[in-house]
């Protein structure tokens, strides 16, 4: 029997005015919050800050603030996965328009939320609980 498959992520709650950013899993409907694996050397703002850029192609600005983190945990293709999450308050920056290319930006549409409707719309509790940290720390 295989181990479980153990490895951190960082994401980001981007905020403008009175909306958040979310993605929209164009195969499966879930609502999430950008977020993606931290590269070797990377802290997990940097890697948050990047992965928010590249999945959404908004870049970040001004100082972010740590929401927390916290441990996930699920199966997928018989596996055992334990996933670390630190996630951002994040300020949105300048638009480049170059969210990430291929597969990944055909499966994410990005969407604006009124902030009021962020908790319900977002699929998973523990993303739904960094956002209500985040826009009660606004």
Not at 52 to 71: D, I, N
Request: charged share 30%.
């Amino acid at each position: 029997m295989l181990g479980p498959i153990e490895y951190e992520v960082a994401g980001g709650v981007l905020v403008d005015g009175d909306r958040v950013l979310l993605l929209r899993d164009n195969r499966t409907g879930e609502m999430r919050l950008p977020k993606g694996h931290i590269e070797q050397g990377e802290s997990h703002e940097e890697a948050a800050i990047r992965e928010v850029a590249e999945e959404t192609g908004y870049q970040p600005v001004g100082e972010v603030t740590c929401l927390g983190r916290t441990l996930n945990e699920f199966a997928t293709n018989g596996r055992h996965i334990r996933r670390w999450e630190t996630y951002y308050l994040m300020r949105v920056g300048e638009y480049s328009g170059t969210a990430r290319r291929g597969t990944d930006r055909a499966r994410f549409k990005v969407l604006w939320i009124p902030a009021d409707e962020v908790t319900k719309a977002l699929t998973f509790e523990s993303e739904r609980e960094f956002a209500r940290r985040a826009l009660e720390g606004q």
